[in-house]
């Protein structure tokens, strides 16, 4: 018969419970219910400009991203605030070329001419979760979004000049999540949001951290 010392026996008993404290911490982390999370992908706006000639040329699709913290009600539902930066659009053009908004046609009356549009905002969203395993689920979002867009013109013979517009409106999104441990997940997005006349949408890739 192996016999087992003292110092075995004690060194035994503390990885006992220091396992036992380690599945203490990650339950209480799981059950805590907050959560946060960082997202990154493909943003296109929908600036309702066409009709363009000559040399001009529109660029309505860039990269964002979406910072966000969130707590869980209960398992299905969950409330989440954000900061989102919606990359940037531009139309550049030359002297006679155009393009039409709103029913309305615009000619460039300067070489090198360009307009860009970013927008960013941050918002309050309800969360509903609809689980397909026990790490797996869908989800649905509907909340508000406080945005805001910053204007740049500029062209060869123009001073450049800036305007911005700030608003606020209801947005909706659809997602997919997948538990990798406890505390960590994987995430896919799609995000759709109008800013005064423009409609952008986010199909973005991410992380959500459980604390």
Request: proline share 0%; glycine share 12%.
């Amino acid at each position: 018969m192996n016999r087992i010392g003292l110092g075995k026996y004690k060194l035994l008993a503390l990885v006992s419970v220091s396992l036992g404290l380690l599945g203490t911490v990650e339950a209480t982390a799981a059950e805590n219910g907050w959560y946060a999370g960082i997202t990154y992908g493909s943003t296109k706006v929908d600036t309702g400009i066409s009709g363009i000639t000559g040399s001009a040329s529109l660029d309505e699709e860039d990269t964002g991203y979406k910072l966000l913290v969130g707590k869980k009600i209960n398992k299905d539902i969950s409330i989440e605030g954000f900061y989102a930066d919606f990359g940037e659009a531009s139309l550049t053009g030359n002297t006679g070329d155009t393009f039409v908004l709103d029913g309305q046609t615009y000619q460039f009356t300067t070489n090198a001419a360009n307009v860009t549009a970013s927008a960013t905002g941050v918002g309050l969203n309800g969360k509903y979760s609809f689980f397909i395993t026990q790490k797996s689920s869908f989800a649905a979002r509907v909340g508000v979004l406080s945005w805001d867009i910053d204007g740049t013109v500029s062209g060869a013979s123009v001073s450049t000049s800036k305007t911005s517009q700030k608003g606020t409106d209801l947005f909706y999104g659809i997602g997919y999540q997948y538990d990798l441990t406890n505390s960590v997940a994987v995430t896919a997005d799609y995000d759709s949001y109008k800013a005064a006349d423009d409609k952008f949408t986010v199909f973005a890739i991410g992380l959500a951290f459980n604390f």
